[in-house]
């Protein structure tokens, strides 16, 4: 089993930015490729970024795209989201999963992660 601990969230203004941490307890870590969700109150949770087991290949939602990134230091197990330009509605609980299955394609559903972190919560006032 892979365990995953996010960090970093808080509270940060309208314009501000975070970034948010992912690490991971497996040692074959590098061969997951990783994800981010969120879910805000009343929400059901929603895909937010994935990155492949190497790095090379990241995908980012619409809602998303040009404001935030991921990245990944497997030296270290850990995946990171940069979020820049916050808005109000990017206000959620983000969650870090793992997909093991070795699949290379963006996949963005949930059933398609085999691992969850327990979320770290962003809150952007306006």
């Known amino acids: 089993q892979v365990q995953l601990v996010e960090s970093g969230g808080g509270l940060v203004q309208t314009g501000g930015s975070l970034r948010l941490s992912c690490a991971a307890s497996?040692?074959?870590?590098?061969?997951?490729?990783m994800g981010w969700f969120r879910q805000a109150p009343g929400k059901e949770r929603q895909f937010v970024a994935r990155?492949?087991?190497?790095?090379?290949?990241?995908y980012l939602s619409d809602s998303v795209k040009g404001r935030f990134a991921i990245s990944r230091d497997n030296a270290k197990n850990t995946v990171y989201l940069q979020m820049n330009s916050l808005k109000p509605e990017d206000t959620a609980v983000y969650y870090c999963?793992?997909?093991?299955?070795?699949?290379?394609?963006?996949?963005?559903?949930?059933?398609?992660?085999?691992?969850w972190g327990q979320g770290t919560q962003v809150t952007v006032s306006s």
């Open positions: 999963a793992a997909d093991s299955s070795g699949i290379p394609l963006p996949r963005s559903l949930i059933s398609s992660y085999d691992y």
């Open positions: 990155i492949s087991w190497s790095g090379g290949d990241t």
């Open positions: 497996a040692r074959t870590f590098s061969r997951y490729a």
